[in-house]
């Protein structure tokens, strides 16, 4: 049973920086697809970053270029490093992912049956 756990989040000022964590473990399978996901209050989940099985990224239109998706395989950890935090960042982030020999990355939630808890973001202006 794969479990994430994330942590990292907090409340910042528009143009701050956060680093979530998401700590994994549990896994048999040899390679998965991982990401990160966001709901804001009244709004549906959206995909923010996938890091899929080969190691390939794909970003939501909303955060390139601002936040970085990646892996730590020794710590068994993955990454979002949140640049430029705007108002419209406020949300609940989520980890997830689900088993995938050879995926590309995937922002459609539909795809993944494993998720954290979930952790706040909170940018203020």
């Known amino acids: 049973q794969v479990q994430l756990a994330e942590s990292g989040g907090g409340s910042v000022q528009t143009g701050g920086s956060l680093r979530l964590s998401c700590l994994h473990s549990?896994?048999?399978?040899?390679?998965?697809?991982w990401a990160w996901f966001r709901q804001a209050p009244g709004k549906e989940r959206e995909g923010v970053a996938s890091?899929?099985?080969?190691?390939?990224?794909l970003y939501a239109d909303s955060v390139k270029g601002r936040f970085t998706i990646s892996k730590d395989g020794a710590e068994n950890t993955l990454y979002l490093q949140m640049n430029s935090l705007e108002p419209e960042d406020t949300a609940v982030y989520y980890c997830?992912?689900?088993?995938?020999?050879?995926?590309?990355?995937?922002?459609?939630?539909?795809?993944?049956?494993?998720w954290g808890q979930g952790t706040q973001v909170t940018v203020s202006s």
């Open positions: 997830a992912a689900y088993d995938c020999v050879t995926c590309r990355p995937s922002l459609n939630g539909i795809n993944y049956n494993y």
């Open positions: 549990g896994y048999t399978r040899r390679s998965y697809n």
């Open positions: 890091f899929g099985s080969r190691g390939d990224l």
